[in-house]
């Protein structure tokens, strides 16, 4: 099974750097999985990684450890629009993909 | 537009009713999920499908079944709701088993069962 662990809230100042920490516990490790999700709507994927180090796209980037079990999730230019839910997930060898509990990250003007 | 269709989108439901939620997608995706959301909890996988004609159990699969008839479709069917059943049930897809393999997810269907 799965046991991840993430922040549950964080705030920050528009056009501030946000950094969410991930940290999980896996039988089988087959890939992580970042989403974002606004109060009231579905989950929209943001970012994946299955080997070591950085994926950049665009404000958001993506960092992973296998070794560490530990991933974070770099929002930069932070906008009013991104106050929303972030959610890490892990997906395991029989590729079923179990999800943190989520960080509410509220920017503030 | 492609996607997932979720229905209905809100239900209130008296405990021991029947209920099934209805999930179809139009990608052509092989691999189908069911995720209840509870605040503080977050997502948790109920049942999933890797292909049309399988299904498997995942973190929270009491109470409820599922089927996969075809690639299209995947009910959720909860035989005899209970208060504890109430929750946001997400439907997700993707299109392969492997290699990125991104969730897209449905609207969702808020359920209260009383």
């Known amino acids: 099974g799965q046991n991840i662990d993430q922040p549950t809230e964080m705030t920050a100042t528009e056009g501030a750097i946000v950094q969410i920490n991930c940290t999980y516990q896996t039988s089988g490790f087959n890939g992580l999985f970042w989403y974002q999700q606004h109060a009231g709507e579905a989950p929209t994927f943001l970012s994946y990684n299955v080997l070591d180090g950085l994926e950049e796209k665009g404000r958001f980037s993506s960092f992973l450890s296998r070794s560490k079990g530990y991933s974070y999730l770099l929002l930069k230019e932070l906008q009013m629009k991104d106050s929303a839910s972030y959610l890490c997930a892990v997906r395991d060898r029989d590729y079923k993909l179990s999800f943190g509990a989520g960080t509410t990250v509220t920017v503030r003007a | 537009i492609a996607g997932i269709t979720q229905a209905p989108t809100s239900q209130i439901l008296a405990a021991g009713r029947r209920m099934t939620l209805r999930c179809t997608q139009d990608?052509?995706?092989?691999?189908m999920y069911w995720y209840r959301q509870d605040l503080g909890l977050g997502l948790r996988l109920i049942h999933y499908?890797?292909?049309?004609?399988?299904?498997g159990k995942g973190e929270v699969p009491d109470g409820y079944s599922v089927s996969r008839a075809n690639t299209d479709d995947f009910p959720l069917t909860l035989a005899s709701a209970v208060p504890s059943q109430t929750s946001v049930y997400f439907c997700?897809?993707?299109?392969?088993?492997?290699?990125?393999?991104?969730?897209?997810f449905g609207e969702g269907s808020r359920l209260t069962v009383l």
């Open positions: 990608m052509r995706h092989n691999a």
């Open positions: 997700a897809s993707s299109d392969s088993a492997g290699g990125s393999g991104e969730l897209f």
């Open positions: 499908s890797n292909t049309a004609g399988t299904t």
